[in-house]
Protein backbone atom coordinates (compact mmCIF):
# COMPACT_ATOMS: atom_id res chain seq x y z
CA UNK A 1 0.00 0.00 0.00
CA UNK A 2 1.33 3.41 -1.05
CA UNK A 3 1.81 5.85 1.87
CA UNK A 4 -0.92 8.30 1.79
CA UNK A 5 2.01 11.58 1.54
CA UNK A 6 2.82 10.58 -2.08
CA UNK A 7 -0.86 11.35 -2.95
CA UNK A 8 -0.49 14.60 -1.66
CA UNK A 9 2.86 15.75 -2.58
CA UNK A 10 3.56 14.33 -5.72
CA UNK A 11 0.71 12.19 -7.07
CA UNK A 12 1.62 13.27 -10.68
CA UNK A 13 4.21 10.46 -10.00
CA UNK A 14 1.57 7.81 -9.15
CA UNK A 15 0.09 8.26 -12.53
CA UNK A 16 3.60 8.66 -13.83
CA UNK A 17 4.13 4.88 -12.97
CA UNK A 18 0.85 3.31 -14.00
CA UNK A 19 1.55 4.74 -17.52
CA UNK A 20 5.25 3.12 -16.98
CA UNK A 21 3.20 0.01 -16.41
CA UNK A 22 0.80 0.45 -19.58
CA UNK A 23 -1.98 0.55 -16.82
CA UNK A 24 -4.99 2.87 -17.85
CA UNK A 25 -5.40 5.63 -15.36
CA UNK A 26 -8.57 4.98 -13.77
CA UNK A 27 -9.21 8.01 -11.89
CA UNK A 28 -8.37 6.50 -8.95
CA UNK A 29 -5.39 8.50 -7.73
CA UNK A 30 -7.63 11.57 -8.09
CA UNK A 31 -9.95 9.84 -6.42
CA UNK A 32 -7.47 9.37 -3.47
CA UNK A 33 -6.39 13.02 -3.30
CA UNK A 34 -10.13 14.22 -3.70
CA UNK A 35 -11.03 11.69 -0.89
CA UNK A 36 -8.08 12.67 1.38
CA UNK A 37 -8.58 16.59 1.32
CA UNK A 38 -12.22 16.28 1.90
CA UNK A 39 -10.99 14.33 5.04
CA UNK A 40 -8.24 16.59 6.35
CA UNK A 41 -10.99 19.17 5.76
CA UNK A 42 -13.38 17.41 7.91
CA UNK A 43 -11.55 16.31 10.44
CA UNK A 44 -10.20 20.28 11.38
CA UNK A 45 -14.06 20.98 11.38
CA UNK A 46 -14.26 18.02 13.93
CA UNK A 47 -11.81 18.90 15.70
CA UNK A 48 -12.73 22.79 15.75
CA UNK A 49 -16.06 21.19 17.47
CA UNK A 50 -14.55 19.01 20.03
CA UNK A 51 -12.66 22.02 20.86
CA UNK A 52 -15.61 24.14 21.34
CA UNK A 53 -17.73 21.08 23.49
CA UNK A 54 -14.43 20.88 25.76
CA UNK A 55 -14.71 24.66 26.05
CA UNK A 56 -18.80 24.71 27.07
CA UNK A 57 -18.36 21.86 29.19
CA UNK A 58 -15.52 23.30 31.39
CA UNK A 59 -17.84 26.81 31.21
CA UNK A 60 -21.29 24.93 32.56
CA UNK A 61 -19.15 23.54 35.31
CA UNK A 62 -17.90 27.01 36.32
CA UNK A 63 -21.65 28.48 35.83
CA UNK A 64 -23.42 25.27 37.96
CA UNK A 65 -21.48 25.91 40.91
CA UNK A 66 -23.12 29.82 41.17
CA UNK A 67 -25.90 28.93 40.36
CA UNK A 68 -26.22 30.59 36.75
CA UNK A 69 -28.44 28.82 33.94
CA UNK A 70 -27.20 26.74 31.61
CA UNK A 71 -29.66 25.59 29.52
CA UNK A 72 -28.73 27.25 26.60
CA UNK A 73 -24.96 25.76 26.63
CA UNK A 74 -26.53 22.45 27.73
CA UNK A 75 -28.53 22.64 24.65
CA UNK A 76 -25.88 23.70 22.45
CA UNK A 77 -23.79 20.75 23.69
CA UNK A 78 -26.00 18.50 22.43
CA UNK A 79 -26.58 19.59 19.07
CA UNK A 80 -22.47 19.69 18.52
CA UNK A 81 -22.74 15.65 20.06
CA UNK A 82 -25.24 15.39 17.11
CA UNK A 83 -22.78 17.21 14.85
CA UNK A 84 -19.56 15.17 15.98
CA UNK A 85 -21.45 11.52 15.83
CA UNK A 86 -22.44 12.67 11.99
CA UNK A 87 -19.17 13.91 11.15
CA UNK A 88 -17.32 10.89 12.66
CA UNK A 89 -19.39 8.34 11.08
CA UNK A 90 -18.43 10.41 7.74
CA UNK A 91 -15.02 10.49 8.52
CA UNK A 92 -15.10 6.29 8.89
CA UNK A 93 -16.72 5.94 5.93
CA UNK A 94 -14.07 8.03 4.02
CA UNK A 95 -11.62 6.62 5.70
CA UNK A 96 -12.97 2.99 4.75
CA UNK A 97 -12.81 4.66 0.81
CA UNK A 98 -9.37 6.14 0.69
CA UNK A 99 -8.26 2.57 1.82
CA UNK A 100 -10.23 0.46 -0.62
CA UNK A 101 -9.22 2.56 -3.33
CA UNK A 102 -5.22 2.76 -2.43
CA UNK A 103 -5.40 -0.95 -2.14
CA UNK A 104 -6.41 -1.03 -5.80
CA UNK A 105 -3.02 0.98 -6.87
CA UNK A 106 0.59 -0.84 -7.55
CA UNK A 107 3.54 0.30 -6.37
CA UNK A 108 5.58 2.80 -7.86
CA UNK A 109 7.83 1.73 -10.12
CA UNK A 110 11.91 2.11 -9.57
CA UNK A 111 13.20 4.70 -11.50
CA UNK A 112 15.52 1.95 -13.24
CA UNK A 113 12.68 -0.13 -14.41
CA UNK A 114 12.42 0.00 -17.94
CA UNK A 115 9.83 1.14 -20.94
CA UNK A 116 7.85 -1.72 -22.02
CA UNK A 117 5.01 -3.38 -22.39
CA UNK A 118 5.70 -7.12 -22.93
CA UNK A 119 8.37 -9.37 -21.85
CA UNK A 120 10.16 -8.61 -25.14
CA UNK A 121 10.87 -5.56 -23.57
CA UNK A 122 12.72 -6.68 -20.55
CA UNK A 123 16.52 -6.01 -20.48
CA UNK A 124 18.59 -8.62 -20.45
CA UNK A 125 21.09 -8.34 -17.71
CA UNK A 126 23.81 -10.66 -18.00
CA UNK A 127 23.97 -14.49 -18.76
CA UNK A 128 25.91 -17.35 -17.60
CA UNK A 129 27.08 -21.15 -18.85
CA UNK A 130 27.28 -22.38 -22.36
CA UNK A 131 24.56 -23.78 -24.17
CA UNK A 132 24.87 -27.45 -24.81
CA UNK A 133 25.45 -28.84 -28.31
CA UNK A 134 23.73 -32.07 -28.72
CA UNK A 135 24.82 -34.48 -31.20
CA UNK A 136 21.20 -35.39 -31.83
CA UNK A 137 17.77 -34.79 -31.80
CA UNK A 138 16.99 -33.50 -28.70
CA UNK A 139 13.51 -34.02 -26.54
CA UNK A 140 11.09 -32.06 -24.68
CA UNK A 141 11.01 -32.50 -20.88
CA UNK A 142 7.57 -33.87 -21.04
CA UNK A 143 8.49 -36.78 -23.62
CA UNK A 144 11.99 -37.50 -21.61
CA UNK A 145 9.78 -37.79 -18.05
CA UNK A 146 7.29 -40.06 -19.73
CA UNK A 147 9.68 -42.41 -20.83
CA UNK A 148 11.57 -42.40 -17.90
CA UNK A 149 8.15 -43.43 -15.99
CA UNK A 150 9.21 -40.32 -13.47
CA UNK A 151 6.78 -37.70 -14.62
CA UNK A 152 2.86 -38.79 -15.45
CA UNK A 153 0.75 -35.51 -16.15
CA UNK A 154 -2.12 -37.85 -17.04
CA UNK A 155 -2.20 -39.89 -14.00
CA UNK A 156 -1.62 -35.97 -12.13
CA UNK A 157 -5.00 -34.83 -14.22
CA UNK A 158 -6.87 -38.07 -13.39
CA UNK A 159 -6.46 -37.42 -9.68
CA UNK A 160 -6.69 -33.77 -9.73
CA UNK A 161 -7.24 -32.09 -12.84
CA UNK A 162 -5.13 -30.49 -15.71
CA UNK A 163 -1.98 -29.34 -14.97
CA UNK A 164 -1.43 -30.75 -12.36
CA UNK A 165 1.92 -33.11 -12.36
CA UNK A 166 2.65 -36.61 -10.56
CA UNK A 167 6.49 -36.99 -9.81
CA UNK A 168 7.01 -41.41 -9.59
CA UNK A 169 9.27 -43.65 -8.36
CA UNK A 170 12.79 -41.37 -9.23
CA UNK A 171 11.06 -37.69 -10.22
CA UNK A 172 9.88 -38.02 -6.48
CA UNK A 173 13.27 -38.48 -5.53
CA UNK A 174 14.62 -35.48 -7.77
CA UNK A 175 12.10 -33.43 -6.20
CA UNK A 176 12.85 -34.11 -2.72
CA UNK A 177 16.53 -33.70 -3.75
CA UNK A 178 15.87 -30.33 -5.47
CA UNK A 179 14.19 -29.01 -2.13
CA UNK A 180 16.99 -29.89 0.47
CA UNK A 181 19.96 -28.66 -1.55
CA UNK A 182 18.00 -25.65 -2.12
CA UNK A 183 17.12 -25.44 1.60
CA UNK A 184 21.04 -26.67 2.73
CA UNK A 185 22.72 -24.16 0.63
CA UNK A 186 20.41 -21.45 1.81
CA UNK A 187 20.56 -21.64 5.47
CA UNK A 188 24.20 -22.10 4.97
CA UNK A 189 24.28 -18.77 2.91
CA UNK A 190 22.76 -16.82 6.36
CA UNK A 191 18.58 -17.58 6.02
CA UNK A 192 16.56 -19.21 8.86
CA UNK A 193 14.55 -22.18 7.51
CA UNK A 194 10.91 -21.63 8.52
CA UNK A 195 7.84 -24.16 7.65
CA UNK A 196 5.08 -22.30 7.51
CA UNK A 197 1.65 -23.44 6.98
CA UNK A 198 0.52 -23.77 3.90
CA UNK A 199 -3.16 -21.69 3.97
CA UNK A 200 -3.99 -17.96 4.38
CA UNK A 201 -6.47 -15.80 6.45
CA UNK A 202 -7.50 -13.15 3.97
CA UNK A 203 -5.84 -10.19 6.26
CA UNK A 204 -2.34 -12.22 5.31
CA UNK A 205 -3.28 -12.46 1.42
CA UNK A 206 -4.06 -8.78 1.52
CA UNK A 207 -1.05 -7.64 3.17
CA UNK A 208 1.12 -8.69 0.39
CA UNK A 209 -1.00 -7.63 -2.61
CA UNK A 210 -2.57 -10.65 -3.50
CA UNK A 211 -6.10 -9.56 -2.59
CA UNK A 212 -8.26 -7.80 -3.21
CA UNK A 213 -6.43 -7.24 -7.31
CA UNK A 214 -5.99 -11.25 -7.45
CA UNK A 215 -8.27 -13.08 -6.12
CA UNK A 216 -9.93 -15.31 -8.65
CA UNK A 217 -5.95 -16.15 -9.46
CA UNK A 218 -6.64 -18.01 -5.58
CA UNK A 219 -7.72 -20.86 -4.46
CA UNK A 220 -9.99 -20.24 -1.88
CA UNK A 221 -11.30 -22.74 0.73
CA UNK A 222 -14.87 -21.00 1.30
CA UNK A 223 -16.31 -22.34 4.30
CA UNK A 224 -13.29 -20.80 6.53
CA UNK A 225 -12.33 -17.79 3.86
CA UNK A 226 -8.99 -19.66 3.74
CA UNK A 227 -6.94 -19.29 0.29
CA UNK A 228 -3.95 -22.10 -0.51
CA UNK A 229 -1.25 -19.94 -0.54
CA UNK A 230 0.24 -19.01 -3.93
CA UNK A 231 3.75 -18.89 -3.01
CA UNK A 232 6.16 -18.86 0.49
CA UNK A 233 6.31 -15.33 0.62
CA UNK A 234 2.55 -14.95 1.56
CA UNK A 235 3.20 -16.46 5.46
CA UNK A 236 6.94 -15.39 5.21
CA UNK A 237 5.91 -11.30 4.99
CA UNK A 238 3.43 -12.22 7.51
CA UNK A 239 5.89 -13.53 10.39
CA UNK A 240 6.50 -10.03 11.94
CA UNK A 241 2.81 -8.27 10.90
CA UNK A 242 2.00 -5.72 13.88
CA UNK A 243 5.47 -5.84 14.74
CA UNK A 244 8.10 -2.92 15.77
CA UNK A 245 11.47 -4.59 14.65
CA UNK A 246 15.09 -3.41 16.45
CA UNK A 247 17.08 -2.34 13.82
CA UNK A 248 20.30 -4.31 14.99
CA UNK A 249 18.49 -7.30 13.76
CA UNK A 250 17.76 -6.33 10.40
CA UNK A 251 18.38 -7.39 7.58
CA UNK A 252 16.32 -10.50 8.53
CA UNK A 253 16.30 -13.18 5.97
CA UNK A 254 14.20 -16.39 5.83
CA UNK A 255 13.78 -19.16 3.56
CA UNK A 256 11.12 -21.62 2.96
CA UNK A 257 9.60 -24.48 1.37
CA UNK A 258 6.19 -24.67 0.68
CA UNK A 259 3.75 -26.58 -1.97
CA UNK A 260 2.28 -23.25 -4.48
CA UNK A 261 -1.20 -23.02 -5.24
CA UNK A 262 -2.49 -20.97 -8.70
CA UNK A 263 -5.19 -21.17 -10.53
CA UNK A 264 -3.18 -19.38 -13.53
CA UNK A 265 -6.27 -18.67 -15.70
CA UNK A 266 -5.02 -17.89 -19.41
CA UNK A 267 -4.57 -19.58 -22.64
CA UNK A 268 -2.88 -23.08 -22.81
CA UNK A 269 -1.29 -24.89 -26.08
CA UNK A 270 2.25 -25.75 -26.73
CA UNK A 271 3.82 -23.07 -24.74
CA UNK A 272 2.48 -24.34 -21.50
CA UNK A 273 2.93 -27.98 -22.13
CA UNK A 274 4.14 -30.36 -19.87
CA UNK A 275 5.27 -28.52 -16.53
CA UNK A 276 5.46 -24.75 -17.84
CA UNK A 277 2.50 -23.62 -16.83
CA UNK A 278 0.62 -25.81 -13.73
CA UNK A 279 -1.66 -24.99 -11.27
CA UNK A 280 0.59 -27.15 -8.53
CA UNK A 281 3.79 -26.95 -7.49
CA UNK A 282 6.83 -26.73 -5.28
CA UNK A 283 9.84 -23.98 -4.40
CA UNK A 284 11.92 -22.74 -2.08
CA UNK A 285 11.51 -19.24 -1.26
CA UNK A 286 13.75 -16.67 -0.15
CA UNK A 287 12.13 -13.35 1.99
CA UNK A 288 14.05 -10.46 3.60
CA UNK A 289 13.26 -8.07 5.80
CA UNK A 290 15.89 -5.15 5.82
CA UNK A 291 16.02 -1.08 6.42
CA UNK A 292 15.22 1.23 3.25
CA UNK A 293 18.87 1.99 2.98
CA UNK A 294 19.91 -1.50 2.82
CA UNK A 295 16.38 -3.08 0.87
CA UNK A 296 19.03 -2.08 -3.04
CA UNK A 297 21.67 -4.14 -1.73
CA UNK A 298 19.60 -7.05 -0.24
CA UNK A 299 18.11 -7.17 -3.52
CA UNK A 300 20.99 -7.70 -5.39
CA UNK A 301 21.99 -10.51 -2.91
CA UNK A 302 18.80 -12.54 -2.78
CA UNK A 303 19.49 -12.63 -7.14
CA UNK A 304 22.94 -13.60 -6.34
CA UNK A 305 22.42 -16.35 -3.78
CA UNK A 306 19.23 -17.61 -6.14
CA UNK A 307 21.93 -17.82 -9.03
CA UNK A 308 24.04 -19.57 -7.33
CA UNK A 309 21.43 -22.77 -6.71
CA UNK A 310 21.61 -22.30 -10.72
CA UNK A 311 25.10 -21.74 -11.25
CA UNK A 312 26.28 -25.28 -9.24
CA UNK A 313 23.21 -27.14 -11.05
CA UNK A 314 25.60 -26.04 -14.14
CA UNK A 315 22.18 -24.97 -16.06
CA UNK A 316 22.92 -22.18 -18.35
CA UNK A 317 20.66 -19.49 -17.62
CA UNK A 318 20.22 -15.38 -17.82
CA UNK A 319 18.80 -12.61 -15.37
CA UNK A 320 16.49 -9.83 -17.02
CA UNK A 321 15.39 -6.87 -15.42
CA UNK A 322 11.51 -6.45 -16.32
CA UNK A 323 9.57 -3.59 -17.44
CA UNK A 324 7.14 -1.87 -16.49
CA UNK A 325 4.39 -4.01 -18.09
CA UNK A 326 5.99 -6.77 -16.72
CA UNK A 327 6.47 -5.79 -13.25
CA UNK A 328 4.19 -7.62 -10.63
CA UNK A 329 1.96 -5.01 -8.75
CA UNK A 330 3.67 -4.69 -5.39
CA UNK A 331 6.97 -4.23 -6.59
CA UNK A 332 9.10 -1.72 -6.97
CA UNK A 333 11.73 -3.41 -8.78
CA UNK A 334 12.02 -7.42 -10.48
CA UNK A 335 14.69 -9.20 -11.77
CA UNK A 336 13.66 -13.03 -13.68
CA UNK A 337 16.30 -15.62 -13.59
CA UNK A 338 15.09 -17.42 -17.27
CA UNK A 339 16.84 -20.61 -17.72
CA UNK A 340 17.13 -22.16 -20.92
CA UNK A 341 15.36 -25.73 -22.10
CA UNK A 342 16.97 -27.31 -25.44
CA UNK A 343 13.75 -29.58 -25.65
CA UNK A 344 11.03 -26.88 -26.11
CA UNK A 345 13.69 -24.06 -27.41
CA UNK A 346 12.84 -21.25 -24.70
CA UNK A 347 13.98 -19.55 -21.64
CA UNK A 348 11.60 -20.56 -18.89
CA UNK A 349 11.55 -18.67 -16.10
CA UNK A 350 12.27 -20.16 -12.28
CA UNK A 351 12.56 -16.68 -9.91
CA UNK A 352 12.00 -13.16 -9.54
CA UNK A 353 13.38 -11.66 -7.10
CA UNK A 354 11.33 -8.71 -5.98
CA UNK A 355 12.28 -5.19 -4.01
CA UNK A 356 8.88 -4.26 -2.76
CA UNK A 357 9.90 -1.10 -1.06
CA UNK A 358 7.38 -0.56 2.40
CA UNK A 359 4.79 -1.02 0.39
CA UNK A 360 3.80 -4.44 1.89
CA UNK A 361 5.28 -3.27 5.17
CA UNK A 362 2.53 -0.77 5.20
CA UNK A 363 -0.57 -3.02 4.67
CA UNK A 364 0.97 -5.54 7.40
CA UNK A 365 2.37 -2.93 10.10
CA UNK A 366 6.10 -4.00 9.82
CA UNK A 367 8.04 -1.49 11.18
CA UNK A 368 11.39 -1.35 12.85
CA UNK A 369 13.19 1.01 15.35
CA UNK A 370 16.10 2.87 14.82
CA UNK A 371 18.76 3.72 17.21
CA UNK A 372 17.59 6.84 18.09
CA UNK A 373 14.51 6.12 18.91
CA UNK A 374 12.40 6.55 15.65
CA UNK A 375 9.91 4.40 14.34
CA UNK A 376 9.91 3.69 10.25
CA UNK A 377 7.96 1.22 8.20
CA UNK A 378 10.44 -1.54 6.61
CA UNK A 379 11.40 -2.66 3.45
CA UNK A 380 10.27 -6.42 2.57
CA UNK A 381 12.05 -8.29 -0.83
CA UNK A 382 11.58 -11.69 -1.77
CA UNK A 383 12.68 -14.07 -4.47
CA UNK A 384 12.08 -17.97 -5.55
CA UNK A 385 14.95 -19.63 -4.75
CA UNK A 386 14.26 -21.23 -6.55
CA UNK A 387 10.87 -22.99 -8.15
CA UNK A 388 10.52 -26.78 -9.27
CA UNK A 389 8.91 -27.11 -12.19
CA UNK A 390 10.26 -25.33 -15.01
CA UNK A 391 13.96 -26.31 -12.70
CA UNK A 392 12.75 -29.60 -13.40
CA UNK A 393 12.13 -29.44 -16.79
CA UNK A 394 15.40 -27.60 -17.78
CA UNK A 395 17.55 -30.59 -15.93
CA UNK A 396 15.67 -33.27 -17.79
CA UNK A 397 16.49 -31.08 -21.34
CA UNK A 398 19.84 -29.73 -20.20
CA UNK A 399 20.77 -33.02 -19.68
CA UNK A 400 19.15 -35.88 -21.69
CA UNK A 401 21.57 -38.21 -23.49
CA UNK A 402 21.20 -40.10 -26.80
CA UNK A 403 20.25 -43.28 -25.08
CA UNK A 404 17.28 -41.80 -23.66
CA UNK A 405 18.52 -41.41 -20.00
CA UNK A 406 19.27 -38.32 -18.16
CA UNK A 407 23.11 -37.69 -15.81
CA UNK A 408 21.92 -36.25 -12.35
CA UNK A 409 23.91 -32.59 -11.59
CA UNK A 410 26.64 -33.90 -9.94
CA UNK A 411 25.95 -31.34 -6.85
CA UNK A 412 22.37 -33.51 -6.28
CA UNK A 413 23.95 -36.92 -6.36
CA UNK A 414 24.48 -37.27 -3.06
CA UNK A 415 20.59 -36.28 -2.20
CA UNK A 416 19.79 -39.16 -4.59
CA UNK A 417 21.16 -42.34 -3.38
CA UNK A 418 24.40 -41.53 -5.42
CA UNK A 419 22.34 -41.81 -8.23
CA UNK A 420 24.64 -40.93 -11.53
CA UNK A 421 21.91 -41.64 -14.29
CA UNK A 422 18.32 -41.90 -14.70
CA UNK A 423 17.90 -44.56 -16.74
CA UNK A 424 15.00 -46.03 -19.12
CA UNK A 425 13.10 -48.85 -17.54
CA UNK A 426 13.06 -52.18 -18.56
CA UNK A 427 11.07 -53.44 -21.20
Not at 207 to 227: A, C, H, N, V, W
Not at 273 to 295: I, N, T
Request: a neutral charge; aromatic letters at 8%; glycine letters at 8%.
Amino acid sequence: MLDIEIFRRNAAAVKESLKKRNLQDDGAVDRVVELDEKKRKLTVETDELRHRRKELSEKIGRMRKTGESVDSLVSEVHGIKERLDSYEEELRKLEEEIQATVLRIPNVLDEAVPEGKTSEENKVIREWGEKRSFGFEVKPHYEIGAQLGILDMERGAMIAGSHFPLFIGTGAALCRALINFMLDTHTQNGYIEVSPPFVANRVTMTGTGQLPKFEEDMYRIDSDDFFLIPTAEVPLTSLHRDQILSFARLPLRYTSYTPCFRREAGAYGAKTRGLLRVHQFDKVELMVYSAPKQSPSEHEKILKDAENIIQKLGLPYRVVLLCGGETGFSARKCYDIELWAPGVGQYLEVSSVSNFGDFQARRLNIRYREPGGKVHFAHTLNGSGVALPRLIAAILENYQNEDGSVTVPEVLRSYIRGLERIVLPLA
